[in-house]
């Protein structure tokens, strides 16, 4: 264990996150969200699982080439051509970390390694884990310096066994070991314990920094991270707004906030931005169609108002009386700056690159078209609006179906009924349906024209912000042949937006 008073934050938002909304980010999203996080100052960034599918491989490559700062990661199970796909995807990055790891817990062993190869009996079973992870882990450092080794389950495991499996991975050269509690089965004094008991029980655990990573099956997730770090730990693993597997990962804004807010208690830092966390929060919510609840701590929108009389009265004479953290360190203040039809494209430009959104010129042309006629129809545009017109008019999948045309007859005494005209390849097609409202008339027109036989899981719709000349944002669920996807879409026309959700679900299906 490392005992020096600094915290070293690994994100996972673009792997257990991503595994969690039922989605595949698109390349282009998974390398606006690692910009973001570099700029948020996280440590590590786990980029992906690059054995998963060539798409994952050539995020993973991307942003290892791209971005600096951070250490970039990527996740391998123990075998051989995990690992070697992993050294591959991170040849160009500066800092590159393989993850690599096994299961430790006997349901886990005894569930996936059924196979008599990997030993008749359980204790057969467990040396044979024991050699198979340190093989991967020397075999991951053939390929680069800095190899972290997860205990998978080590929340479920039996401490002695997980003491020999630690000592024999930093011998074969681990320089981080990771104690998931995979399950989130674990309670805070529990966890601590257990990390404590590795501080004390395996023998060169002083070469090798302890990673907790905790989910949030009972709501536990921070709290045990931060019972974690109390006892040992020097680095902690999660994603932004908690997203992931089940009930999520540990929300990283809430371990960082509990760290710096209560220094007094813990007398630990870490090297993040908080500034940057309510733009990391609302891009990673955007495109991943997880929308933060309100009363979320930290960055949920009602994280900072105040309501009842006495709260305010209180809260106006002396901000302290109840706020413990304020809306600029987490970057809530700077949100509200507002843009108008006046704004000139190098206003646009500039704030969209504060959003974390690179534009290429010809993109930006594009965008500043459809901000001014957003910004004609609904006066002012708020950031929200704009992280939404940058999913609509750039989608991370090639459109190869376009909605030319869109138009409805509804009300409360006729048959709803939708016209529609798309390009598909370039071809022009027309349709029309009748359906339930208007929205499921266009998207049985849709799906006639095209000749598509993906099923809706889900419909979504919100206001972006207040008021009925808001602009609606639409999520939808596709799901075609086991393969899922999402779509939005934006405009302060709902069907409209409602349509674009489900021509871009449509895209991205392939
Ligand atoms: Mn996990």
């Known amino acids: 264990m490392k005992t020096t008073s600094k915290v070293a934050v690994f994100d996972t938002t673009l792997r257990d996150g991503e595994q969690a909304a039922g989605t595949r980010l698109g390349g282009r999203d998974k390398m606006t969200i690692a910009r973001q996080l570099a700029r948020l100052r996280v440590d590590i960034i786990e980029a992906g699982f690059p054995a998963s599918s060539p798409e994952d491989f050539e995020a993973v490559r991307a942003i290892a080439h791209e971005i600096q700062g951070p250490t970039i990661c990527a996740l391998s199970r123990a075998v051989a ?16 970390r393989i993850h690599t790891g096994i299961g430790v817990s006997d349901i886990h062993i005894l569930g996936k390694f059924q196979d008599d190869r990997y030993g008749k009996t359980l204790e057969a079973k467990k040396a044979k884990m024991i050699a198979l992870a340190v093989e991967a882990v020397k075999r991951a450092r053939n390929c680069v310096d800095d190899v972290q080794f997860y205990a998978e389950d080590a929340g479920r495991a039996e401490p002695e066994y997980l003491y020999l499996m630690l000592d024999a991975v930093i011998a074969a050269g681990a320089t981080v070991v990771n104690i998931p509690d995979t399950t989130g089965y674990t309670v805070p004094e529990q966890y601590g314990a257990l990390i404590k008991g590795i501080c004390d029980n395996v023998k060169n655990i002083k070469k090798a920094t302890i990673s907790v990573h905790c989910h949030d099956d009972l709501g536990l997730a921070v709290a045990n991270s931060l019972a ?95 706020e413990i953290m304020t809306p600029a360190d987490v970057g809530i203040s700077e949100s509200k700056v507002v843009l108008t039809a006046r704004t000139g494209r190098a ?45 609509d008019e750039l989608p991370p999948a090639e459109h190869t179906i376009k909605l030319e045309y869109l138009h409805t007859y509804g009300g409360t005494s006729a048959i709803p009924t939708a016209t529609v005209r798309v390009l598909v390849k370039g071809k022009m097609k027309e349709g029309a349906a009748i359906g339930d409202g208007p929205v499921d008339a266009v998207y049985k027109a849709i799906a006639a024209v095209t000749g598509s036989t993906a099923k809706l899981l889900r419909y979504e719709i919100r206001a972006i912000t207040g008021g009925t000349e808001a602009m609606g944002e639409v999520t939808v669920h596709l799901e075609r042949d086991g393969r899922r996807t999402l779509g939005r879409g934006a405009s302060t026309d709902i069907i409209e937006a409602s349509a674009k959700a489900y021509v871009d679900g449509l895209n991205r299906l392939g």
């Open 228 to 322: 974690g770090v109390i006892n040992g730990a020097r680095q902690v693993e999660g994603t932004i707004n908690g997203i992931g597997e089940r009930a999520g990962n540990a929300a990283l804004e809430e371990v960082v906030m509990g760290l710096r807010t209560r220094h007094d208690y813990y007398g630990l830092s870490t090297g993040i931005d908080p500034k940057e966390f309510f733009r990391t929060s609302r891009m990673v919510a955007e495109m991943l169609g997880m929308p933060v609840p309100a009363n979320k701590a930290v960055i949920g929108t009602n994280a900072f108002s105040h309501s009842s009389g006495i709260h305010v009265d209180g809260f106006l004479k002396n901000r302290q009386t109840y």
């Open 81 to 96: 051509a995990d690992i070697e796909a992993c050294g591959k995807a991170l040849a160009r990055a500066k800092k590159p």
């Open 347 to 391: 206003g646009l430009k500039a704030r969209l690159a504060k959003l974390g959104y690179e534009l290429k010129k010809d993109e930006l042309d594009t965008m500043y078209q459809r901000f001014l006629l957003v910004a004609d129809k609904k006066q002012e545009v708020l950031d929200e609006d704009l992280a939404a017109l940058v999913h």
